[in-house]
């Protein structure tokens, strides 16, 4: 199983990006992806999670109301719309498909990581 993580960069404030998270070796229409970061000297915390009956939870106040996490399942890619981007949005983004059918924040519940992909926002 290998996740491929992408379309992270350099975003100025108030910018739009949308990550993508590919997989091979596991269909992923079938269970719980949740996209993770990590901002520079911080710990790893949940972002957006998509559950494999297609439930969405989003974690945390920081990002509310500024990302959208969506599944294509033709192309078993994941994806996270982020908007109005601001600086402290800054981080190595992750997608990561959990052992569980729920989505959940507990990072040693989830089984196969991408690579992550970095997001820099600034001016």
């Known amino acids: 199983v290998q996740l491929q993580a992408s379309g992270g960069g350099l975003v100025l404030p108030g910018g739009s990006l949308r990550l993508s998270c590919a997989a091979s070796?596991?269909?992923?229409?079938?269970?719980?992806i949740t996209w993770f970061r990590q901002p520079p000297g911080k710990e790893r915390e949940a972002g957006s999670c998509i559950s494999n009956s297609d439930e969405i939870t989003n974690y945390g106040d920081s990002m509310k109301g500024r990302v959208v996490i969506s599944r294509d399942n033709a192309k078993n890619t994941v994806y996270l719309q982020m908007n109005n981007l601001k600086p402290e949005d800054a981080a190595v983004y992750y997608c990561?498909?959990?052992?569980?059918?729920?989505?959940?924040?507990?990072?040693?519940?989830?089984?196969?990581w991408g690579q992550g992909t970095l997001v820099t926002v600034s001016s």
């Open positions: 070796g596991i269909s992923m229409e079938y269970y719980t």
């Open positions: 990561a498909i959990r052992g569980r059918a729920e989505c959940g924040e507990r990072i040693n519940s989830y089984r196969y």
